[in-house]
Each structure stands twice: as C-alpha cells, then as structure tokens.
C-alpha cells in the first residue's frame, strides 16, 4: 500500500500534475470573492471504481487507493501515467436528498496523451469510461470531505444557483485537488447541468 502514496508524494509538483481541460462559461462573484462558476468539460476517457464501503472516507480511501494502484504502474503499459487534478467521487443523495448514499464512483482522468489508447488496469474493479461532455456548476472549499462537509457545500451551491432545477438533483461531484492526507485541502462541489 505505502508504494502508491510514495509514487504521489514524489510526482507530487504542481507543474507535474495535469489539470483537466475546461472552458469557462461564467464567474457569478460577490464582493471580489467566487461565489461559483460554470464550466464546459469535454468529452474524456475515465479510470473509474465503484466503492460502497460504510462510511464515505472509507470509500474514497479505498477507490483512491485502487486508482493510484493503476496510475503507478499497474497498467497494462506498465508505466506511470501521470497525475491529474482533480480526482473526482461522484456521490448520490437519497430521495429526500439529506444524506449522501453508501454507493460512490471514485474517476481518475486520463492524461491527454493516453485519451486515444488508455492502458487497461490489472484490476477487474477499474473500469475505463467515456465521459460525454458536460457543463457544471461548480464552488471551492477547504477541508476534510465527509458527510456532512459535502451535504453543507451542496446545499451552499444550491443556494447560490438561480435555477438549481436545471442541475441533476441527486448526483454530484466531489472534486479533490491536493492529497487527500491534506489537512487543507482544496475541494469543489460540482452539480452536473441536465443534459
């Protein structure tokens, strides 16, 4: 287990790790601060796990840890592919959308020189997924991600929304851009605009 964390911690540089392409569409702001912003992702090839453990941290531990397997070297390339930022945990709210479900799908993205031929994964749990493009509405925060961090931020960013009812109401995106050992890390909601 200690190899995938050590491979992170030595490609950990900033200018090594590779952001996910997106364009801008809009910036709603208040008083100099970034209330949240719209985004166009485009269509993109995923390194996805299902995880259903009994907490979310053990989940996104587990799935985070499975993915890292992959990216160092447990491919069928047999080399390191490279980090990108942000990984992702799609997570679902129940019908009466006040707690997160057990179910969440951890995603790694592909670095763009791997989209066209992704190396296929040792592990029969990692799936590799074509995303179709997708515009989110998206909102920064700082911290742990639990139950509760996530259920606050998503009711912030539906607050904020002027029309939330054009997003999907019961799956969201957790957004992880700094190790998720971090003790500040930086975090966004994503709310996935109904296609």
Partial sequence: ?????QQLTRNN???????????????KEKFGE???????????KWAC???????YEQSICLGFMKIMKYICEQNSSGLYLGMTIPIVTIVHTNESHA???RSVTVAYYLPELLQDHPPQPYDPDIIIEEWPPTVVYTRSFRGVT????????????AEL????????????????????AAANRHNEIWFLQRP
């Fill in 1 to 5: 287990m200690a190899q995938p964390i």
């Fill in 13 to 27: 540089q900033q200018q090594e790790r590779e952001s996910i392409p997106f364009t801008l569409i809009h910036r």
């Fill in 34 to 44: 970034v209330l949240y912003e719209k985004r166009q992702y485009g269509k993109a």
């Fill in 49 to 55: 796990i299902k995880m259903q453990e009994q907490q």
């Fill in 99 to 101: 707690e997160i479900t």
């Fill in 146 to 157: 639990n139950e509760d961090s996530i259920m606050r931020e998503i009711n912030l960013l």
């Fill in 161 to 180: 929304l002027e029309s939330p009812e054009l997003c999907l109401q019961n799956i969201f995106i957790v957004a992880g851009y700094t190790n998720p």
